[in-house]
């Protein structure tokens, strides 16, 4: 067997991310998505494949470049998808025997998703509309745009940019329906009005259709102010609209039971602001009360991992099992995140799968089982049947295996996870992985890596800047501190308005603690990095103490007093983490901001960030940098051009790699 090697930045090329498992209605094969980056290193390319699930024959099925969101008709006869096409995405159709696609909707700014109806007639799909009202809805030609004048941008809303779609552009996301049968159809809208449709679904006898909406009240134009949001349900032509939720709750999803009866929903009560847990709650649609299941599970009922594989991933919802007697969804919790499955009545909980693992995405086959998109600490994800999912002795059978170089060519090391009590008497977890090639009896330099949100969670999921670590020869430490979900629901509120307080305590005794535990580790040579909160944290250590040698921030918040006003999300997410605003508050903020604390900064400090980064401008790390070289400390910023937040997850694939080759080299010169 030949040596293997350790994993590079460049190895992202050649990395291939498997999702959205589609099992046909007639069963005994399913479509997926196979994603990779393009040949040219400037973007990314995903064609569908087609698997049989009895020889596991798996081949091609589409060849476009960018060809995303299977979605099979009700009688298996044709798969809707989503094509990209010179800058649009539009609905495509192929039969299921093969032969071409049909491309068959026109949306001026293309489709971000679809639905089938019911009787297979129909196509409920999302776009976005222009509420100017001057545009039409069918597409133009791209060159008429071309030489336009330059035109002002006029702003009246506070929610005026995200980091996802840039300044608002007047747009807004809603609901069409397009016949599946005919490709010079006219799109008929469902929704209008000045709001975006979240998640969507149709009744299981096709005549209703429900959505989550923030609808503004009557009078106003935009409703930006309002954290929470509704369950709505008309006619299947959008007529009869209904608010059928109380108020008070942020919903993410819904489905409908196979009955048609009621609804199945993720959501807040917002108890606990921005850090509630996400729960399942049922809803009579004949008028019932919302019905938390198992309100004493402790649990996030959702996928709140953080990773360095995906971005933006439609993670599966609520599913009801094809009896309708249960209700399955996902879990984070202690690092993993898990199927868990609820009686419909509220009777019981329980978890259907294995942990130290992370299932982003999964669906019910016909005969009960369950295939599912699995990554861990080793592998970026591939798909899985479970032939008997409440057995945890019966081993799933692998259906894919994407990415063989990983497991044939490249050494890659395996987390090691501890538990320990911080100093207040909470329960902490931690993992550490080992480098590459060490010795026994050598020291080796230590990184610490701070997770983001503050409310997600490291765990059981391959970890590519991890590995390039190992891979130069450092030992890696990563916890969950308090804020973190995957430990109930006073974990996850512990940092509120405590930001560097016990959080910080929390990653230094996570330090004290593989001191004491593992020898190998240098303590004159510690680093540490993190991002987003990460950063902010890494920002906040390096004020406070220097036993670090070297530190990289990335995407960081500096100061809360500007970042209140320049963030997409700065006004509500600083008055509900931090506890007060820009002009009331200013000495709270700027007690909390790593920027106040400049003065005591000696570490060497790499500060990398997103020059498109709407959710923490660059101008937060312009400020940080500009203090630090003032005072003549050793620093440097790297500016990544046109990269948003997203940047190590899912950005261009050639700027993630310098990335994780600037993040090495930082310690590399430093430790």
């Known amino acids: 067997m030949m040596s293997q090697r350790?994993?590079?930045?460049?190895?992202?090329?050649?990395?291939?991310?498997?999702?959205?498992?589609?099992?046909?209605?007639?069963?005994?094969?399913?479509?997926?998505?196979?994603?990779?980056?393009?040949?040219?290193r400037d973007g990314y390319c995903s064609h569908l494949r087609l698997l049989h699930l009895g020889s596991q024959k798996d081949r091609p099925f589409t060849y476009g470049e960018k060809d995303l969101s299977p979605a099979w008709s009700p009688d298996g006869t044709q798969l809707a998808f989503i094509r990209e096409v010179d800058g649009r995405s539009q609905v495509w159709i192929i039969a299921s025997d093969g032969g071409e696609a049909q491309q068959i909707s026109h949306l001026k700014h293309g489709v971000s998703s679809l639905l089938w109806s019911p009787d297979g007639h129909t196509l409920l799909v999302k776009s976005s509309v222009d509420m100017s009202g001057q545009e039409d809805l069918e597409t133009t030609d791209p060159k008429d745009d071309e030489h336009k004048l330059p035109q002002e941008h006029v702003v009246d809303r506070i929610r005026m940019k995200s980091d996802a779609g840039g300044l608002w552009n007047g747009r807004r996301a809603h609901l069409f329906t397009i016949p599946s049968i005919d490709s010079d159809a006219e799109a008929t809208p469902v929704t209008t009005g000045h709001y975006d449709?979240?998640?969507?679904?149709?009744?299981?006898?096709?005549?209703?259709?429900?959505?989550?909406?923030?609808?503004?009240?009557?009078?106003?134009?935009?409703?930006?102010?309002?954290?929470?949001?509704?369950?709505?349900?008309?006619?299947?032509?959008?007529s009869d609209v209904q608010q059928i939720t109380p108020e008070g709750y942020t919903f993410s999803r819904l489905t409908f039971a196979p009955d048609g009866k009621s609804l199945a929903l993720l959501a807040s009560d917002r108890s606990y602001g921005n850090a509630t847990l996400v729960k399942l709650y049922t809803l009579q649609i004949s008028g019932g009360e919302l019905v938390c299941l198992i309100t004493d599970w402790d649990v996030q009922l959702n996928h709140s991992i953080v990773g360095d594989m995906r971005s933006h991933l439609t993670t599966t919802g609520p599913v009801f099992s094809q009896d309708g007697s249960s209700i399955l969804c996902l879990a984070?919790?202690?690092?993993?995140?898990?199927?868990?499955?609820?009686?419909?009545?509220?009777s019981s909980a329980d978890y259907i799968?294995?942990?130290?693992?992370?299932?982003?995405?999964?669906?019910?086959?016909?005969?009960?089982?369950?295939?599912?998109?699995?990554?861990?600490?080793?592998?970026?994800?591939?798909?899985?049947?479970?032939?008997?999912?409440?057995?945890?002795?019966?081993e799933p059978i692998q259906l894919t295996r994407s990415n063989p170089q990983l497991e044939d060519e490249i050494h890659l090391s395996t987390p090691e996870t501890f538990w320990f009590n911080s100093s207040d008497g909470l329960r902490l977890q931690g993992w550490i992985m080992k480098p590459h090639g060490m010795v026994d009896g050598v020291k080796i330099p230590t990184i610490l890596e701070i997770h983001?949100?503050?409310?997600?969670?490291y765990g059981f999921t391959f970890m590519h800047e991890f590995q390039i670590l190992t891979a130069q020869g450092y030992a890696v430490v990563y916890i969950n501190p308090r804020g973190g979900l995957g430990y109930g629901q006073q974990f996850v509120d512990a940092c509120r308005g405590d930001y560097g307080g016990g959080d910080y305590r929390d990653l230094m005794e996570?330090?004290?603690?593989?001191?004491?535990?593992?020898?190998?580790?240098?303590?004159?040579?510690?680093?540490?990095?993190?991002?987003?909160?990460?950063?902010?944290?890494?920002?906040?250590?390096?004020?406070?103490?220097?036993?670090?040698?070297?530190?990289?921030t990335q995407r960081s918040i500096s100061n809360w007093l500007s970042f209140y006003g320049v963030s997409d999300i700065g006004y509500f997410f600083t008055e509900d983490q931090i506890g007060g605003n820009a002009w009331d508050d200013t000495e709270k903020l700027w007690k909390h901001s790593p920027l106040a604390y400049v003065g005591n900064v000696s570490t060497p400090l790499l500060i990398l960030h997103g020059e498109q980064d709407l959710r923490c401008p660059i101008e937060q790390a312009e400020q940080l940098y500009i203090a630090l070289k003032r005072r003549k400390q050793i620093t440097r910023l790297v500016r990544f051009p046109g990269a948003n937040h997203?940047?190590?997850?899912g950005g261009h694939p050639h700027l993630r790699v310098r990335r994780l080759e600037h993040i090495a080299g930082w310690f590399n010169e430093y430790l």
């Open 197 to 238: 449709v979240g998640d969507y679904a149709w009744s299981p006898d096709g005549t209703s259709i429900a959505w989550i909406a923030q609808m503004p009240e009557e009078g106003e134009e935009h409703n930006d102010y309002t954290l929470t949001n509704h369950i709505y349900l008309a006619k299947a032509d959008g």
């Open 332 to 346: 984070t919790i202690h690092g993993s995140v898990r199927i868990a499955k609820f009686a419909r009545d509220g």
């Open 353 to 394: 799968w294995p942990d130290e693992r992370e299932i982003y995405q999964f669906a019910e086959l016909k005969n009960g089982q369950i295939v599912a998109a699995v990554a861990d600490t080793r592998s970026p994800g591939d798909l899985y049947v479970y032939e008997q999912p409440e057995n945890s002795e019966v």
């Open 6 to 40: 350790g994993i590079t930045s460049e190895d992202l090329y050649q990395i291939t991310w498997v999702n959205d498992p589609t099992p046909s209605p007639q069963g005994g094969q399913l479509v997926y998505v196979s994603r990779k980056t393009n040949e040219a």
């Open 646 to 649: 997203e940047l190590s997850r």
């Open 510 to 552: 996570s330090v004290d603690y593989v001191l004491s535990q593992y020898e190998f580790i240098d303590e004159s040579r510690l680093g540490v990095t993190g991002g987003s909160y990460g950063g902010f944290m890494t920002n906040w250590i390096v004020g406070h103490t220097d036993r670090f040698k070297a530190a990289v």
């Open 452 to 457: 983001g949100g503050p409310h997600m969670m």
